[in-house]
């Protein structure tokens, strides 16, 4: 198990992602406000090496990953999905090739207004941080699907204090 802010584990956090959040909602409703859980978005990323198709809405972040990874081409948008978790609620999201994400949400918005996470992502180990609300924390995995495609995660939790 990891304990670490996500720069910690060098990842730094792109300002990309900010872009798609306005593709994303991001209100909850009443009735997750009301009972104290946390809706959490799980955005799926492929990269590959060839081509050179960018999906309109990850251009900054490719162009970020790839001063790191200038062997990335192209990006598409694979899934996105959004689950309401209690704390202490674990949680399973698909990914490509049969694989998938488990979150935990390990405690709700704190005075920092941080919510704490334990991610265990294909090809990692477990991944525990706190983040900030409503904005995304991209994860480059080391996992290749079988079509040589890196995947990369964007996570990003709601509700925040005074929301």
Not at 10 to 19: E, K, S, T, Y
């Amino acid at each position: 198990m990891t304990h670490a802010s996500p720069l910690a584990f060098g990842l730094p956090l792109f300002a990309g992602w900010f872009v798609l959040v306005a593709a994303l909602p991001a209100c909850q409703s009443k009735d997750e406000k009301k009972s104290g859980k946390i809706k959490v978005t799980v955005v799926v990323v492929l990269a590959a090496e060839d081509g050179s198709e960018i999906d309109p809405r990850l251009k900054q972040i490719a162009d970020e990953v790839r001063k790191q990874s200038p062997q990335l081409k192209s990006f598409k948008l694979k899934s996105m999905t959004n689950r309401s978790l209690a704390e202490a609620e674990k949680s399973s999201f698909a990914c490509p090739d049969g694989q998938k994400i488990d979150i935990t949400v390990t405690h709700g918005a704190d005075m920092d207004n941080r919510v704490g996470l334990a991610v265990v992502a294909p090809a990692q180990g477990e991944i525990v941080y706190r983040t900030v609300c409503g904005k995304f924390l991209p994860i480059v995995t080391r996992y290749q699907t079988k079509d040589r495609e890196r995947l990369i995660l964007a996570i990003r939790v709601q509700p925040c204090q005074g929301d």
